[in-house]
């Protein structure tokens, strides 16, 4: 047998190499190329999910009995969770089947014996797939909390939540969307009593900083927040269907990026470009009439889709990114599967 010179040798090296790679590449393209996105839809009680471009693709996961309010994916398992506006917090599985065998640990993460009549409703995780929860009402009686849950607690039927500085007790009147600022700070939306945004230290649990000096003379009612590179906050406000964007970081003041939108809008999410997204439930007051339960208890006649904006973060430009298959819808995320 004849026995290959080192230039051929050199030649089939570099074949096999670009093979391989060629084969890694393509093996790992699903992974990092696909972005999908799963937005709560309360009055379908459902999880609805969505490609990158804002196309229908499935109904994710089922809710039963109860509403998705906040939802968060875990950067560690890719599990998913669910707020449901009372003491549960649902859990899937990246594929959408409820945790547990046999879906034995779906409704099994229950708050109640910490939050008594205190509701459930905004979820955050940290990149080290911590899991932190925060009640709805602050005042009449109530205070809004904020609990961490480890991330070697999520996959146990019940978990059990860290203790000190945890939870952190807020001074908001409302427990909206959490997002975490540059500085590592965890800060929370508050639309009523008072309207603010507030951020806390995780390591001591105190106070880092109250924005209500700039949200306040401007009347935005924030639930949902962001923060953008240079920690300025990026907040909305609920009614008017408005974005608000601070000039400079903790010091204002807070200026409008966008309008004009349908109110009762949801929680921020925001791509790595900047741009933002943001759900509408859209025009829930007239829709519900005079019902003065909670919207989900009420009945609602309207059966055509809300919607999901897309805000450009340069311009203010305002486009729909969904516009089907949603009903009350609270917040998006973006999910890697």
């Known amino acids: 047998m004849k026995t290959p010179s080192n230039n051929q040798r050199f030649t089939l090296r570099q074949t096999l190499i670009v093979k391989l790679c060629l084969t890694i590449a393509i093996l790992a393209l699903p992974a990092y190329a696909v972005t999908n996105e799963l937005v709560g839809s309360s009055e379908s009680h459902s999880i609805e999910k969505f490609d990158s471009s804002g196309n229908w693709i499935k109904t994710f996961a089922s809710t039963g009995p109860w509403i998705s309010v906040g939802i968060a994916a875990s950067p560690i398992t890719g599990n998913v969770f669910a707020a449901t506006a009372t003491s549960l917090i649902l859990r899937y599985t990246k594929t959408g089947i409820p945790l547990g065998s046999g879906g034995s640990y779906w409704n099994t993460f229950d708050l109640s014996s910490l939050v008594g009549s205190n509701p459930v409703e905004s979820l955050l995780f940290d990149p080290s797939g911590n899991l932190y929860v925060?009640?709805?009402?602050?005042?009449?009686?109530?205070?809004v909390m904020i609990f961490k849950y480890s991330a070697s607690?999520?996959?146990?039927?019940?978990?059990?939540?860290?203790?000190?500085?945890?939870?952190?007790?807020?001074?908001?009147?409302?427990?909206?969307?959490?997002?975490?600022?540059?500085?590592?700070?965890?800060?929370?939306?508050?639309?009523?009593?008072?309207?603010?945004v507030q951020c806390y230290n995780p390591g001591t649990g105190a106070l880092a900083f109250d924005y209500a000096s700039e949200i306040q003379p401007k009347s935005i009612q924030p639930v949902g927040l962001a923060f953008g590179p240079n920690?300025?906050?990026?907040?909305?406000?609920?009614?008017?269907?408005?974005?608000?964007?601070?000039?400079?970081?903790?010091?204002?003041?807070?200026?409008?990026?966008?309008?004009?939108?349908?109110?009762?809008?949801?929680?921020?999410?925001?791509?790595?470009?900047?741009?933002?997204?943001?759900?509408?439930?859209?025009?829930?007051?007239?829709?519900?009439?005079?019902?003065?339960?909670?919207f989900y208890a009420c009945m609602d006649y309207d059966f055509s889709s809300d919607v999901v904006y897309k805000i450009d973060p340069s311009s203010g430009a305002v486009t729909n990114f969904i516009s089907t298959h949603l009903w009350g819808p609270y917040q998006m995320i973006f999910v890697p599967f």
Not at 168 to 181: K, L, S, Y
Not at 268 to 278: I, P, W
């Open 134 to 143: 925060a009640t709805i009402y602050g005042t009449n009686g109530y205070q």
């Open 153 to 196: 607690q999520l996959s146990k039927k019940k978990p059990a939540p860290a203790g000190s500085p945890w939870p952190i007790v807020t001074t908001t009147g409302r427990g909206d969307q959490m997002a975490w600022d540059v500085s590592g700070n965890i800060c929370i939306a508050s639309f009523a009593s008072p309207n603010t």
């Open 231 to 294: 920690n300025n906050l990026i907040a909305n406000s609920v009614f008017p269907g408005e974005i608000w964007v601070e000039a400079t970081a903790r010091a204002g003041p807070m200026n409008e990026l966008a309008s004009g939108m349908v109110g009762d809008v949801g929680w921020l999410t925001v791509d790595s470009a900047g741009t933002l997204y943001m759900p509408s439930f859209h025009n829930a007051e007239a829709r519900y009439g005079n019902c003065t339960a909670p």
